[in-house]
């Protein structure tokens, strides 16, 4: 039983001083470059890049939040099991940017559902102000809701959790509704719909006439809508197990354990509800590019601009001197 469970907290010990960091670093270098690309002057106005930046700077804090006292705890005390304020604190850090993105993930494809539309009365639900809008009423309205959650948050054995039974199965249907069921619902229906919408108007189109209705949807919204759909897939992909696991654990509560099914029960919740659910915050960039030509073309005139404008004040530097 004691090898076992010492296996599995190496195991974890492992997966955080290596995996963990390594994906931290990447992601964090990602986002910066999508917080640089999508607020652009070209990008500001476009409804779908709005959401992809909402989207970037929600992982951004989700990110840092979730990750840095995992690595911190390597070689110190973890303040967030040992510190209630912290406990608290730490979960709406992280946990609210989330829902925040999943939202906006949604909207996401609404947008892109929207522009694949060949009918020109819904592009109406595409515009800046809408857009700018809906992004505020999300931001106020997971701010205040998440507000709660916290309140049902203690510690105990040096865990920072959720354990009066009731508590613990109010949340579990909460994430389960929320995050489990009904954001990768819609967004595999919207998936669908855009397909299907893009067959249509393949079908539609001459070959003479691709130049003027291809108008419809622009190369850059075509590689857009590439890069949401396999962002959808990698987000369901990652967030499937974490769903699975609150309700397991959830359920268990409610009967008892021995020793050896709680050091894997441990590993479980760490793997599947803080590695693989931070993984997901980590990936945009490096989905983007690998997806996207226009996107890589943008990221290559970034990288270029800079070291113009490197260049230019390093010869400054060197007349000055």
Known sequence: MDAIGGSLSFT????TRYGMTTYFAFGNIGLFFNLNIFSRSIHRRNPGSLYILSMTICNFFCLNFGIIPFIYAL????????????CKLQFYLR??????MRSFMILSCFNRYISSHVQHRFQNFNQYQITIRC????IIFWLLVCIFIPILLSI???TCGMFIDSYALLYSIYILIFAGILPPLVMIICSFLIIKNLKKIRSRVQPLA???KMNLIRKRDRDYIRMLLVEIMIYVLLTFPYTLSVFYTTVDQLGSSEYEYEQWEIFLIYFTRSFLLYLNS???FWIYIIMSKSFRNEFHDLLLKWYLILKKFKDKLVNFV
């Open 282 to 284: 980590s990936l945009s």
């Open 135 to 138: 992004i505020i009423i999300v």
């Open 156 to 158: 105990e054995a040096n």
């Open 210 to 212: 691709v130049t003027s």
């Open 12 to 15: 974890q010990d492992i997966l």
């Open 75 to 86: 070689n110190h005390p973890d303040p967030v099991t040992t510190s209630l304020i912290m």
């Open 95 to 100: 946990h609210t940017p989330y829902q925040m």
